[in-house]
């Protein structure tokens, strides 16, 4: 019985499709089963008494098979059994992966043996081994990931006798661009393209990755071998250095790289390395694209420095210790319409910081969604308590970032925020940048339109310098175009800076949306953009960030001209992050005064003045001029002013015959009335060209004695004919004259400027009206009817007008009123006796004639000025022709001071 049961026994051991092996105490090799035979591809002879090493492969010797040796892998179970996965040699050099069951079979009196069982897992192994690839890698360009790149750092800083190692951070110059102007699908191809020459191009020993999005990591074991840091970052910035085909022109793509090396300070963690590395690669950015930066002392001692500031951060935003500061934008008379909201933090060591300083932190800290929140909930709950000025309330700017700009539930969160704090929707204005709306979601957009429907206003910040297509900008619930300040920061000396702004302005015009100029720091800029057509500003020269209170102060009154003698006692924010003893972070403190409320194109009469008051107007002769001076000094010296009294005779003969006269002699006489030439009155440099901003220091000097002497204002009367003659006078002569409005305009003070138009004649005239309004004492200066003079009549014309008198800015209402009850669509404009014609009139009325489908032909007696035929090289309705003067007018020419007066089918 017992030989059958042992027959039966090798039968199934045989049988077995589980490939087993029997061992002896000293693990040489019994008997195998046919299974075992198989799986290693060689037969009983070649395996029975053997040593159970022969089977190993070479990379599992010092192994065994059956005992317990307490090595990874290996596992003894409470069963006697031990389990582990080991290696085996095939017969064709081959190796399988098996995992190795075996026990110990012990008989009474007799030697035990060693059972053991092999399971291919080979497979299974292969899989894993894919699987680990697939993670550690790029899928775009098979390269090494983050997670691949740091278990290779894992390796080598772990290895104690490591040579000094090195990561380089690359970030691609102009990637961006590339993707906007040629498609992502080329931006993907260009990352494959700088894979495979890195691939080909580094040493053996190098490792590529790709960090993320256009980063690419090299990772260096031995950076000595090859040079040094610096070598080997010069190899790697010509493989990223390529082109890209656009057309008819090429896009360069260059690399900015940091270095750091594993014996830089502080380096013992694979994440500290990277970060380093990535720090370096930005300082390298701020020295242009293709720039190299190495690591140093300094840069560890300040990521030191930035992980704590992280952590402050954390902290301050917690215990609700930021605040916010906010800038007025305002419009020409100085009105605060509406206000942007400024991130401020007072910290207790560094002294109040900036969004320059505060939101690198956030971002590495994963804060700035959070940051949005606390400002969009502080901003609007306190401008719900804003008072309102002329009975229009403010409106609240706040920028938002990218990151909450695009989190799915964005319009949701603000729906939950804005109505708990009591803010009207239509009072809140959102700036996002215009580079972020390269990247906007559908989701977001539609977002974005369901919060218009609400009220709530998009403003585009930093227009102007994004890649932002204007085909884009038409997709979107924008309502308001923010110039960039660097436009405004140019304008007075650069050409193309004037006319990037007067486009951004067209554009924002046509779209039916506001433009508001950033940075306006000087009265020059100011000037600029007037001239260009702006009427929302915002800057330094109206008032920097302030308090919440010190805003309620500015809504309910602008700053007047005591504001000017006021230093800004309160410190700009800093806005990068404090370093000790360095001079770039100290405080910035602006003293440009705040300008104030405009009354431009306002016509005032004697008896009625106006204080705040600036005039400018035209006379025919010296009498009539001599005229209205006695009736602004008689009102002058009943409201208790100090007058001064400026023409171009020569003193002594002026002072003689102003004292003969019955009212200024008098004035004189009491010293209520200085009187002063044109040459004593204004600075001027060679030409005759009057210095702006001396001339307007001059008289804010005057006013101040007037005021510091007991005078109620002061009162300024100027022949300032001589003053304009040439162009290039009158050019400098606009600009003080806008200084005069937006200086004197709050306080009692008022100026009466006054051009001869005998002696300057129509043009020049007429181009001052162009440069700075110009007015006359009348309130309705021109005159528009029925041109009946039969000898000019054309058939092709509907409705033939005549036009005579003066023409400026301040009458282009009036004037398109006054067309709007002609019915015609082919209308005639005949030059009757023009004194002024402003060319921004002819805008005007070219608006008139597209919105209401009229074509006009506007007839002159002389031609255009060249100087002002630029300005008018856009009309799409109307038609400028030059003909001679009419012999006689049927029509009786308009009175002096007539108002306006239509007659005929007008």
Not at 117 to 130: E, K, L, M, S
Not at 504 to 525: D, F, H, K, Y
Not at 824 to 843: K, S, T
Request: charged letters at 20%.
């Amino acid at each position: 019985m017992r030989r059958v049961l042992q027959m039966n026994s090798d039968t199934l051991f045989q049988a077995l499709p589980t490939a087993m092996a029997v061992l002896d105490e000293n693990e040489r090799v019994l008997a195998v089963n046919e299974s075992l035979c198989a799986l290693l591809g060689r037969t009983h002879e070649n395996l029975v008494r053997r040593s159970s090493m022969e089977l190993l492969s070479p990379h599992d010797r010092g192994s065994t098979l059956t005992a317990y040796d307490g090595g990874g892998g290996t596992d003894r179970g409470g069963d006697g059994l031990t389990r582990h996965q080991r290696r085996l040699r095939c017969a064709e050099g081959r190796t399988v992966f098996c995992d190795v069951h075996a026990t110990f079979l012990a008989y009474e009196g007799r030697a035990g043996v060693w059972l053991v069982a092999f399971i291919d897992v080979g497979q299974r192994h292969h899989y894993t081994q894919a699987l680990h690839a697939e993670t550690e890698h790029d899928e775009l360009t098979g390269l090494l990931n983050r997670k691949g790149v740091r278990r290779l750092l894992d390796q080598q800083l772990s290895d104690e006798g490591q040579r000094e190692g090195a990561v380089l951070f690359c970030d691609l110059d102009n990637f961006k661009r590339v993707n906007d102007t040629l498609g992502h699908t080329a931006g993907d191809d260009l990352l494959v393209r700088l894979a495979q020459r890195l691939q080909q191009g580094l040493p053996p020993e190098c490792a590529a990755a790709r960090h993320s999005g256009d980063e690419f990591l090299i990772v260096c074991p031995d950076v000595a071998a090859h040079g040094g840091p610096q070598e080997l970052a010069e190899r790697i910035s010509v493989l990223l250095r390529t082109n890209m085909a656009r057309e008819d022109h090429l896009i360069a793509v260059s690399a900015s790289i940091g270095i750091a090396t594993t014996s830089d300070p502080g380096v013992e963690r694979p994440e500290e390395l990277l970060r380093l590395a990535e720090v370096a690669m930005y300082r390298a950015k701020d020295h242009g694209t293709g720039h190299v930066f190495r690591a140093n002392a300094g840069l560890s001692t300040s990521l030191e420095r930035e992980a704590n500031f992280e952590q402050e951060l954390r902290q301050a935003l917690a215990r609700d210790e930021l605040t916010l500061h906010y800038q007025p934008i305002v419009d020409p008379t100085g009105r605060v319409h509406s206000a942007e909201a400024l991130l401020r933090w007072p910290h207790p060591q560094h002294g109040l910081l900036s969004p320059g300083a505060i939101l690198p932190a956030a971002r590495n800290a994963h804060l700035v969604s959070e940051l949005d929140r606390w400002v969009l909930t502080t901003a609007s709950r306190e401008a719900a308590t804003w008072p309102g000025q002329q009975g229009r309330t403010v409106a609240v700017t706040v920028n938002l970032s990218s990151t909450l700009l695009h989190e799915p539930d964005f319009a949701a969160q603000l729906e939950r925020i804005v109505p708990a704090t009591g803010l009207d929707w239509h009072r809140l204005v959102l700036e996002i940048t215009e580079t972020d709306l390269l990247d906007l979601a559908p989701a977001t957009l539609t977002a974005m339109h369901e919060l218009a429907a609400r009220g709530v206003r998009f403003a585009l910040d930093d227009f102007g310098t994004g890649y932002s297509s204007l085909e884009r900008l038409k997709e979107l619930p924008v309502q308001i175009l923010k110039l960039d300040r660097t436009f405004a920061a140019g304008l007075e000396r650069e050409a193309v800076d004037a006319a990037i702004a007067g486009a951004a302005l067209s554009i924002a015009q046509a779209r039916n949306m506001t433009c508001v100029a950033e940075g306006v720091e000087t009265t020059g800029q100011l000037y600029q953009l007037a001239r260009i057509g702006f009427t929302d500003y915002q800057g330094f020269l109206f008032a920097a960030g302030v308090p919440a209170a010190e805003l309620r102060a500015l809504i309910q009154r602008p700053p007047t001209l005591a504001a000017r003698k006021e230093a800004r006692s309160q410190p700009q924010p800093i806005e990068t992050q404090p370093v000790p003893d360095d001079p770039d972070t100290m405080p910035r403190t602006p003293t440009i005064t705040p300008p104030s409320r405009r009354t431009t194109g306002e016509v005032t009469t004697a008896g009625s003045p106006v204080p705040g008051g600036h005039e400018c107007w035209i006379f025919r002769d010296h009498e009539e001029f001599r005229t209205r001076a006695r009736e602004y000094v008689r009102d002058g010296l009943r409201h208790g002013y100090l007058i001064e009294y400026v023409d171009y005779a020569p003193a002594s003969r002026l002072r003689a015959q102003l004292a003969a006269d019955e009212i200024l002699g008098p004035a004189m006489e009491t010293g209520a009335m200085a009187v002063a030439t044109i040459e004593e009155f204004y600075p001027t440099s060679d030409g005759g060209i009057v210095d702006a901003e001396a001339a307007m220091d001059a008289r804010l000097t005057s006013v101040e004695k007037a005021l510091a002497a007991g005078y109620t204002g002061f009162r300024a009367i100027v022949n300032a004919t001589a003053m304009v003659t040439t162009p290039d006078q009158r050019a400098a002569f606009a600009y003080y004259e806008y200084l005069c409005d937006h200086v004197i305009s709050t306080e009692p003070v008022t100026a009466l400027c006054a051009y001869n138009l005998t002696e300057l004649g129509s043009a020049a005239v007429a181009e001052m009206a162009c440069l700075h309004p110009v007015t006359t004492p009348t309130a309705s200066p021109f005159r528009l009817y029925t041109d009946s003079t039969d000898e000019h009549a054309d058939n092709e014309y509907d409705t033939r007008l005549a036009l005579t008198g003066v023409l400026d800015l301040p009458c282009a209402n009036l004037f398109t009123a006054a067309l709007e009850h002609t019915r015609a669509h082919n209308l005639l404009i005949n030059d009757h006796g023009l004194d002024i014609l402003d060319p921004r009139v002819i805008h005007a009325l070219d608006q008139h004639a597209r919105a209401h489908h009229k074509h006009v032909t506007l007839r002159l007696t002389q031609p255009l000025s060249t100087r002002l035929r630029p300005l008018l090289h856009n009309l799409t309705h109307t038609r400028i022709e030059t003909h001679q003067a009419y012999p006689t007018l049927t029509a009786t020419p308009p009175a002096r001071g007539c108002t306006l007066r239509l007659r005929g089918n007008v």
